[in-house]
């Protein structure tokens, strides 16, 4: 019952912010407002929000220790569409169901969840938008 639950409410978003069934995108912004590569590289960098060079590197000669564990954030904007980008910082477990990477917009059906962050995403909409905004200038 929990995890149909968790499927609905998965379903559920990804349909009222675009998903296809039939592909891997969510072609529609999730704002009104275009997202700022600026502030969405400032995303991606800092660590304290984002998080993304914990496991990701990328072009970020002032940053320090970044991580290994996910593709080079480098050609990004060549490999994925800006839908492909946005679908996999929404909900990265509907491309691969096995990956480490959280789902930055996305509140249910979430496990391991502390009591202040229940029913929260990680990232709001327009960071959503900014960070996609700023992946799709990395070639």
Known sequence: ????????????????????AADDSIERPLTDQPGDAARGRAIVANRQV????LCHTGPFPEERFEGNLAPDLAGAGTRWSEGQLRL???????????????????????????APWQGKTVLAAQQVEDVVAYLRTLE
Not at 1 to 8: G, K
Not at 50 to 53: A, D
Not at 89 to 98: A, G
């Open 50 to 53: 984002g998080l993304c060079l």
């Open 88 to 114: 996999r910082l929404v909900d990265s477990q509907r491309v691969n169901p096995q990956t480490i990477m959280p789902a930055y917009f996305r509140s249910a059906g979430l496990t391991r969840v502390g």
């Open 1 to 20: 019952m929990r995890a149909s639950l968790a499927l609905l409410a998965t379903v559920t978003l990804l349909a009222s912010v675009g998903a296809h």
